[in-house]
């Protein structure tokens, strides 16, 4: 079992920034990638972005994302960063770390990863 936290959500204005962390504990070993999706209201859960978490760590982004956000590890302390900046009121939502362990066969992109996080609200105002 790998058991997620995550922090940092909040309100901002338009252009503004918010970094998200997500610190996982317990069979963190046994990870393949953590990642991080949002569910604005009335809408199905979204990929944002993912990082794979053994070797040089692959970045995935959403094209929504691309350019404005950037993830990063630290696997010292099995936490996953989400740097949010040129935030949009579009980007408010519910935003949920997640985490794939190494027998995952889905895709990166999909919400079927195996275990998650309890989310953090970001709300971006105009």
């Known amino acids: 079992q790998v058991q997620l936290v995550e922090s940092g959500g909040g309100l901002v204005q338009a252009g503004g920034s918010l970094r998200l962390s997500c610190a996982a504990s317990?069979?963190?070993?046994?990870?393949?990638?953590m990642g991080w999706f949002r569910q604005a209201p009335g809408k199905e859960r979204e990929f944002v972005s993912a990082?794979?978490?053994?070797?040089?760590?692959?970045?995935y982004y959403a094209d929504y994302v691309k350019g404005r956000f950037a993830i990063s590890r630290d696997n010292a302390k099995n936490t996953v960063y989400l740097q949010m900046n040129s935030l949009k009121p579009e980007d408010t939502a519910i935003y949920y770390c997640?985490?794939?362990?190494?027998?995952?066969?889905?895709?990166?992109?999909?919400?079927?990863?195996?275990?998650w996080g309890q989310g953090t609200q970001v709300t971006v105002s105009s």
């Open positions: 317990g069979r963190t070993f046994s990870m393949y990638a």
């Open positions: 997640a985490a794939a362990n190494s027998y995952y066969s889905g895709s990166i992109y999909d919400p079927r990863y195996d275990y």
């Open positions: 990082v794979t978490w053994s070797g040089g760590g692959s970045t």
